[in-house]
Each structure stands twice: as structure tokens, then as C-alpha cells.
């Protein structure tokens, strides 16, 4: 069974750093690309960026560009989420999602919660 | 980017109802369009790929139409598992972008 299974839930302070990671597990991690999607409370879904967990090559969405960092670690089939200097305007769920092919997101993680509060 | 415009935004029907719900592209995306399904307090769930292909194990109720700019999504016949709201994505053009969902609700 395919499962993307994402870390747990997150309460920072504005100003501090954090890495979200997105564990893949029962297919070929990196055989399929591995998205970030966020979802703003009562928001519409927004995709960060992509990466090919195989060789790292990444594509941020220019919203996103230089305020996030998606990476991967192909040896133990983990996706990861950072920021260096978390906003009060983070505070959202964000999601993994595996794409066959870069567009289509077949199988999401349940999402980690973020909340960044003074 | 390109803009996902999608209606409407709510929609109340009766079970057993035939429902449709509009996507439409600000450029041309072939058939680059998917569905997505999500319930509250879950994550989205994939429908529809290339416009009108079927997710394996999803429904044969739910079905998707279109090209280029306009694209549609219908569910033949209403269930009440079906209360969700829908999300229309586009993968033509970088970055990927999402319609701003249709809230479906049991009359």
C-alpha cells in the first residue's frame, strides 16, 4: 500500500526555523516526483513546488521561491519541508503529495499542521 | 499563472440528483486538468486525471469532460458520501494551480 506519512503537528514562534519531513513508503520513492501543497485555513489549495527525490531537482513556485526549501534524502525515502524564519502568515496545513509525473497527485500525506504564534 | 475559475462555489442538491461543476482555464491547458475530492478534516483525494480519465477505485458516478479552456465535472447521481468540496487543478503550466473549490452540500 502507497503512504506518504508526514510529521506531526508544529507550534512556533515567528522568527524560528523548522523542517516538516514526508516519509514514502510501499512504491519506488524515486520512481515518482514528490510535491508540497499548501491550505490556508478555509483556503484553496496552493502548490509550493516539486522534487525529484532521484536526482534533487527541484521547482518552486516563484510565490514560494526563497521562503521555503524542499529537499530529499533518497536513502530513507523522506521528503522535507523548511523555513528558516517562520511568519505569523505560515500557519497552515501543509501536504506531501507523490505525482507519477510531475502534474497529477495521486496519494497525499494526512497533512501536518502549522501554527506560528507570538 | 494561470487562473482556475470555478463554479459555483456552493451548491445544495438532493441525493440521487445529477451535479456539474465548471472549471475554466484563463489560457489553454489541453487536457491538463484534474479533480480532487476532500472531505472535511482530510486530505484531498484524486478523482479525475487527463481531464476525464477515473481514478482506480473511484466511483463510476463521478466523471469529467473538456478541453483546452473549459472543463467540466458531474456526479450522476448524488450520494450522500459524496458531501465534499472539489477542487479542479491544472498541470499545463508552471506553477500548478488549483480552482478555488465548489463546497457540495445534501439539500
Known amino acids: 500500500e502507497v503512504q506518504l506519512v508526514q510529521s506531526g503537528a508544529e507550534v512556533k514562534k515567528p522568527g524560528e526555523s523548522l523542517k516538516i519531513s514526508c516519509e514514502g513508503s510501499g512504491y519506488n520513492f524515486t520512481a515518482y516526483w514528490i510535491a508540497w501543497v499548501r491550505q490556508m485555513p478555509g483556503k484553496v489549495l496552493e502548490w509550493m513546488g516539486i522534487i525529484n527525490p532521484g536526482n534533487s531537482h527541484t521547482r518552486y513556485n516563484p510565490s514560494f521561491q526563497g521562503q521555503v526549501t524542499i529537499s530529499a534524502d533518497k536513502s530513507i525515502s523522506t521528503s522535507y519541508l523548511q523555513w528558516s524564519s517562520l511568519k505569523a502568515s505560515d500557519t497552515a496545513m501543509y501536504y506531501c503529495v507523490r505525482s507519477p509525473a510531475g502534474g497529477t497527485f495521486d496519494s497525499w500525506g494526512q497533512g501536518s499542521l502549522l501554527t506560528v504564534s507570538s | 499563472d494561470i487562473q482556475m475559475t470555478q463554479s459555483p462555489s456552493s451548491l445544495s442538491a438532493s441525493v440521487g440528483d445529477r451535479v456539474t461543476i465548471t472549471c475554466q482555464a484563463s489560457q489553454d491547458i489541453s487536457n491538463y486538468l484534474n479533480w480532487y475530492q476532500q472531505k472535511p478534516g482530510k486530505a484531498p483525494n484524486l478523482l479525475i486525471y487527463?481531464?476525464?480519465s477515473l481514478e482506480t477505485g473511484v466511483p463510476s458516478r463521478f466523471s469529467g469532460s473538456g478541453s483546452g479552456t473549459d472543463f467540466t465535472f458531474t456526479i450522476s447521481s448524488l450520494q450522500p458520501e459524496d458531501i465534499a468540496t472539489y477542487y479542479c487543478?491544472?498541470?499545463?503550466?508552471?506553477?500548478?494551480?488549483f480552482g478555488q473549490g465548489t463546497n457540495l452540500e445534501i439539500k
Open positions: 487543478q491544472q498541470y499545463g503550466d508552471l506553477p500548478h494551480t
Open positions: 487527463d481531464t476525464s
